[in-house]
């Protein structure tokens, strides 16, 4: 897929070296500050410099120090940015990521909307994802996997987890998929990322917690992007959770309409077919996309997603 080589390089990264300046990872953000770790793995409070140069989770960074804290002075250039276009701005959630792990669960009821346009966006940034479905313990369990049926049969790994469950069995499950990667865990509240965190992550949190807590006046809910390295995966390449705090809206107003179904894998398996190159697969002849769903190969409820997207998207902004 071509989306998959394009880059979003927004804070327009300065490519000039500077030995001078020091290697970093940006661990957390709290508003005009973050936290930057060194190659040593030790972290200390930087600000960048310039007010338009935004720094995300996941950049690397060239700083230098000014007393107790530093200042970042470039950002690398980035592999992958991924960010949600609302109306009126846009947010990043963190950079040069391996995969996203849409993490979910049966209670409470997951918005397939809020799936879709995350996936959307991952597949625009060229972000591979995998959806894992947690509390299987809980009643509605079949109700869930049901729901995400056509995102299986779309070629997505959706793996089933119970935290209530041995925590040996979610490692054995989740580590493989985890391994050597930077993951961005992203899903409602009230779905468990905090708990899979605590589950495979217990001393990066309360590492982490201390120096956040201090930039975030004492506060336990997770109101910033943090990245967390998995315990035990010292010198092995580096495993990373990255939490991220929920979200009232997805906007994908950065993609453009005509896109939009490229973006979504069980339409997008058609869309070559149509009678129309530019079909909107709203309601041309020909369409080879409705016809698919006529025949219950894409499932009613996608179609009925793609087509209030479609709206969305078409709407003027201003
Ligand atoms: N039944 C059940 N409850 C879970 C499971 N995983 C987490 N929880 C509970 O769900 C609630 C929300 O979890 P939390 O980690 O805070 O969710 P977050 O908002 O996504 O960070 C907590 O009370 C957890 O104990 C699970 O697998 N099964
Ligand atoms: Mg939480
Ligand atoms: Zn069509």
Request: neutral net charge.
């Amino acid at each position: 897929m071509s989306s998959r080589t394009r880059r979003f390089d927004r804070a327009e990264p300065r490519l000039d070296h500077d030995a001078s300046l020091q290697a970093g990872l940006v661990v957390a953000t709290h508003g005009r500050h973050c936290i930057v770790e060194t190659p040593e793995r030790t972290r200390l409070i930087c600000h960048p410099r310039g007010k338009k140069s935004e720094v995300v989770v996941g950049d690397r960074v060239r700083w230098r120090t000014t007393g107790d804290e530093g200042v970042i002075e470039q950002i690398e250039p980035r592999r992958n940015l991924f960010f949600r276009q609302d109306e009126w701005r846009s947010k990043s959630f963190a950079a040069n990521l391996d995969q996203l792990l849409v993490w979910i669960a049966v209670e409470p009821v997951f918005s397939e909307m809020q799936l879709t346009r995350a996936l959307i966006a991952a597949d625009a940034a060229g972000i591979p994802a995998t959806i894992v479905l947690n509390k299987i313990d809980l009643p509605g369990a079949d109700a869930a996997r049901q729901r995400l049926a056509p995102y299986r049969a779309m070629g997505l790994a959706v793996l089933e987890c119970s935290l209530r469950g041995t925590p040996h069995d979610t490692q054995a499950l989740l580590l493989p998929r985890l391994h050597a990667r930077a993951s961005l865990v992203l899903g409602p509240s009230g779905a468990g990322k905090s708990t899979l965190i605590n589950t495979l992550a217990p001393h990066a949190r309360a590492e982490v917690g201390a120096i956040s807590e201090a930039l975030n006046s004492g506060r336990h809910t997770t109101t910033t992007t943090q990245w967390y390295w998995l315990d035990g995966a010292e010198g092995e390449a580096g495993t990373a959770l990255i939490d991220s705090p929920g979200f009232q809206e997805f906007g994908l107003h950065h993609i453009p309409v005509a896109d939009l179904a490229r973006h979504m894998p069980d339409l997008a398996h058609y869309i070559g077919q149509c009678r129309f190159h530019n079909c909107t697969h709203l309601h041309e002849p020909g369409c080879a996309v409705r016809s698919a769903a006529d025949a219950g190969a894409i499932s009613a409820h996608r179609l009925k997603l793609y087509a209030d997207l479609h709206a969305e998207l078409s709407q003027p902004r201003w």
